[in-house]
């Protein structure tokens, strides 16, 4: 049986009614890595014998794939960079024990952009990840491999980590369904920081249910993240089985007027309007909004994201750990940049001098300090469209996958690809991507749906009853399941 096409809840059922092993599941699926991985290029790491020696006889079990920027004990977490190619975690990040204590099986680490900075997964040290609808294609990114693992069937589902769309963004490009939580919803203990204030870890599935029941696992206090709220547990997986029709036209949907501009592919335009049309025959109210500060939200993620990361990314310094310059004679501070510079890509560089440069003296207040009222501008915008609407329907990307070196080498094109993700990261949102169709290539279209902060279960249960009612044909291919 070929059950890297079942879905996790379809796996798991087979467990606990004893049908079928937790090993031919595992063996099934590195059958798979192995038939399109060579293609994909979606692992780093495969983690086959931990996999096969880690199995027990409980009816627990998830088997998954994770960014290789969350921390596994003993498992090397590159952050897809070569200062850290040969960093061996020495402890479990907090969802990892999580999942661990749910009967997680870790297949792999996906390949990322280089410390989640990139939106194609072409930053990587590990080479590109490729699109499986079309491997000329980029996946999207930082998560790319996470996605394509997914997409692919190699993993059901996968943890990826998103800061201004890198979990949303790739989950529309690979058709794939990507969920971002609250920003400390899920503790960020073990994920190797990027931009502090804006980083969470999310989940990868290719439903709206598995999805909501990693999300489920992975949602706890966590008292080792001063962000991590001490929120009330909900049972997501339950949550949207219960969807009914009383829920669906008590909703009222915003559909914000700044999401729809010039510049937006024609068919994502359209198909994210047949999917709202599709809602209001449904008994959904459907309500215009404006979130006026949305056209500053990349100039404000681009001054303050970079500023956290070269704050956060100075401890790579070939002291500790990580890639280290042993050049004859060399000084300390030889040693120090040249490790650096050797060990950091070109998009790591440039965002550790752009964020250097708008913290330094004479420029903090003219850029950083400004772009930190503008966020609360941003912010505000939100709370008061919540105060209207119950959710707010937008679309994922701007334009559906591109060539692979398409826009490598124009950082504005690349960074403008995340427009309509990262306003939710600046104001601390939840958000989700979910398929709604395809264009004319047959590449993935993603629509985004927002909740107000710690209502995923209100997003999640309406992105469960589009992905059952609103019927489009899946494509598929010796790639895609």
Not at 194 to 216: C, M, P, T, W
Not at 387 to 400: K, M, Y
């Amino acid at each position: 049986m070929e059950f890297y096409k079942l879905s996790l809840k379809e796996l798991q059922d087979l467990v606990k009614t004893k049908q079928v092993s937790k090993k031919e599941i595992l063996d099934c699926l590195f059958k798979r890595i192995e038939e399109v991985e060579k293609d994909l290029n979606a692992f780093i790491t495969l983690l086959k014998d931990n996999s096969l020696n880690s199995l027990n006889n409980d009816d627990k079990f998830i088997p998954i794939a994770i960014k290789d920027n969350i921390c596994i004990k003993g498992v090397k977490t590159t952050c897809g960079s070569r200062i850290l190619e040969n960093y061996i975690a020495v402890y479990d990040a907090s969802v990892i024990e999580y999942l661990r204590q749910e009967g997680a099986i870790f297949i792999g680490k996906t390949n990322m952009d280089e410390f989640a900075m990139g939106s194609s997964t072409e930053t990587s040290y590990f080479g590109i990840t490729r699109n499986p609808y079309d491997l000329t294609r980029i996946p999207g990114g930082s998560s790319g491999g996470s996605a394509v693992a997914v997409a692919s069937g190699e993993v059901p589902v996968a943890l990826g980590s998103d800061t201004g769309g890198s979990i949303r963004q790739p989950a529309a490009l690979c058709g794939v369904v990507g969920v971002k939580p609250t920003y400390g919803r899920v503790s960020r203990y073990g994920l190797v920081a990027f931009a502090s204030s804006l980083d969470q870890i999310g989940v990868f599935a290719r439903n709206v249910y598995d999805a909501a029941k990693v999300l489920e696992v992975i949602s706890k206090y966590d008292w080792r993240d001063s962000t991590c709220v001490n929120y009330p547990k909900e049972e997501y997986s339950r949550e949207v089985l219960e969807t009914d029709e009383i829920f669906i036209r008590n909703l009222k949907i915003g559909v914000p007027k700044e999401y729809f501009v010039e510049g937006i592919q024609k068919e994502i335009k359209e198909k994210i309007c047949e999917v709202i049309n599709f809602l209001s025959k449904e008994g959904v109210e459907i309500k215009e909004i404006s979130l006026p500060h949305t056209e500053y939200a990349v100039a404000v993620y681009y001054i303050l994201a970079p500023a956290e990361a070269s704050s956060n990314l100075a401890r790579y310094d070939g002291v500790k750990y990580g890639y280290k310059d042993m050049g004859e004679k060399m000084s300390m501070i030889e040693c120090y940049m040249s490790s650096r510079n050797q060990g950091f890509g070109a998009e790591v560089k440039r965002r550790i001098m752009l964020g250097t440069y708008s913290l330094s003296s004479g420029y903090y207040d003219a850029y950083y300090a400004k772009a930190q009222k503008v966020r609360r501008l941003i912010f505000e915008d939100f709370m008061q469209a919540f105060n209207e609407v119950d959710l707010i329907i937008a679309p994922t990307t701007p334009t559906t996958a591109f060539k692979i070196g398409e826009k490598i080498d124009d950082p504005l094109q690349m960074y403008l690809s995340d427009i309509f993700t990262i306003p939710c990261n600046l104001a601390g949102l939840p958000g989700i991507s979910i398929p709604c169709g395809y264009d004319k290539n047959g590449l993935p279209i993603g629509l985004q749906i927002l909740a107000p902060h710690f209502k995923e279960s209100r997003m999640l249960k309406l992105s469960y009853f589009i992905e059952k009612n609103f019927k489009f044909e899946k494509i598929l291919n010796k790639y895609v399941v």
